[in-house]
């Protein structure tokens, strides 16, 4: 299996080509060029959108230099995805820090991972992962054996302990997890916030619903989650500070077996 790292928005990026294993040509060289193209994707994404950067749009917006009106067509349109998500899970997910500062990092991480997956299948490729920081989006076979991709959920508490291996299928390709576990405590703690899960892992049909809805489910709390899996098509699975899983049934359905 062709394998791919790199590093970007503070996270490493792993990509896994299993086309030629799977009997398709290697396309070695359209696997170099499109490899190339994602990293660039992922650096102008970063480039624009990283509040860690000075010179990015959104700092500038952050320091009152630029009015979000005068941004680009692309920062409008990805805040208004933000602000969708906002109404859609009821103010749980949203695009602004408690200091009134614009962040799209909860979102753009997965708009990247979106646009790889996208960048693979106009290449030809058919059957791969994207997993930036451990969120994930797959298409096809990993072998000839293992029908979709099974990948693991970490022990929030002890990064070496495999909580639940899971089969990500075409029907539900993609899996994030927003909580420690992989980057710390990168979700804002506002007053409103709950201490219900320190980590929630959310499968759906796209990485992007995915990611929002895990994140949204740690800021919401139980409360999110039943809202979610009410609204939602989606498997989910969470972690309670003493260790108590909770797992609806289209999750369990997904359990490598």
Same mark, same amino acid.
């Given at each position: 299996?062709?394998?791919?790292?790199?590093?970007?928005?503070?996270?490493?990026?792993?990509?896994?080509?299993?086309?030629?294993?799977?009997?398709?040509?290697?396309?070695?060289?359209?696997?170099?060029?499109?490899?190339?193209?994602?990293?660039?994707?992922?650096?102008?994404? *970063?480039?624009?959108?990283?509040?860690?950067?000075? *010179?990015?749009?959104?700092?500038?917006?952050?320091?009152?230099?630029?009015?979000?009106?005068?941004?680009?067509?692309?920062?409008?349109?990805?805040?208004?995805?933000?602000?969708?998500?906002?109404?859609?899970?009821?103010?749980?997910?949203?695009?602004?820090?408690?200091?009134?500062?614009?962040?799209?990092?909860?979102?753009?991480?997965?708009?990247?991972?979106?646009?790889?997956?996208?960048?693979?299948?106009?290449?030809?490729?058919?059957?791969?992962?994207?997993?930036?920081? %451990?969120?994930?989006?797959?298409?096809?076979?990993?072998?000839?054996?293992?029908?979709?991709?099974?990948?693991?959920?970490?022990?929030?508490?002890?990064?070496?302990?495999?909580?639940?291996?899971?089969?990500?299928?075409?029907?539900?390709?993609?899996?994030?997890?927003?909580?420690?576990?992989?980057?710390?405590?990168?979700?804002?703690?506002?007053?409103?916030?709950?201490?219900?899960?320190?980590?929630?892992?959310?499968?759906?049909?796209?990485?992007?619903?995915?990611?929002?809805?895990?994140?949204?489910?740690?800021?919401? %709390?139980?409360?999110?989650?039943?809202?979610?899996?009410? *609204?939602?098509?989606?498997?989910?699975?969470?972690?309670?500070?003493?260790?108590?899983?909770?797992?609806?049934?289209?999750?369990?359905?997904?359990?490598?077996?």
């Amino acid at each position: 299996m062709a394998v791919h790292s790199f590093e970007t928005m503070g996270t490493m990026v792993s990509i896994r080509i299993a086309d030629a294993e799977l009997g398709e040509h290697s396309r070695e060289d359209s696997a170099i060029a499109v490899l190339n193209e994602i990293e660039h994707e992922c650096a102008r994404l *970063n480039a624009i959108f990283s509040l860690y950067l000075e *010179n990015s749009e959104i700092s500038a917006i952050a320091r009152g230099e630029l009015a979000l009106a005068d941004s680009s067509d692309e920062m409008r349109s990805e805040y208004a995805r933000a602000l969708d998500w906002r109404e859609k899970t009821d103010g749980a997910f949203t695009p602004h820090r408690p200091d009134g500062v614009i962040d799209l990092s909860g979102t753009i991480k997965a708009v990247a991972i979106d646009a790889a997956a996208a960048l693979l299948r106009d290449a030809g490729f058919g059957n791969f992962s994207v997993n930036v920081g %451990g969120d994930l989006t797959t298409s096809g076979d990993q072998s000839a054996e293992e029908s979709g991709w099974v990948t693991g959920i970490l022990e929030p508490q002890d990064r070496g302990t495999i909580l639940a291996a899971i089969r990500l299928t075409s029907e539900f390709p993609a899996m994030a997890t927003s909580g420690s576990a992989e980057r710390g405590e990168h979700i804002w703690l506002r007053p409103e916030t709950t201490k219900d899960f320190v980590q929630a892992t959310v499968i759906a049909e796209d990485i992007i619903t995915a990611d929002v809805l895990a994140t949204a489910i740690i800021s919401g %709390g139980q409360a999110t989650l039943n809202q979610i899996t009410q *609204n939602f098509a989606v498997a989910v699975m969470t972690v309670a500070p003493d260790g108590a899983l909770q797992a609806n049934a289209k999750f369990q359905e997904l359990v490598a077996r």
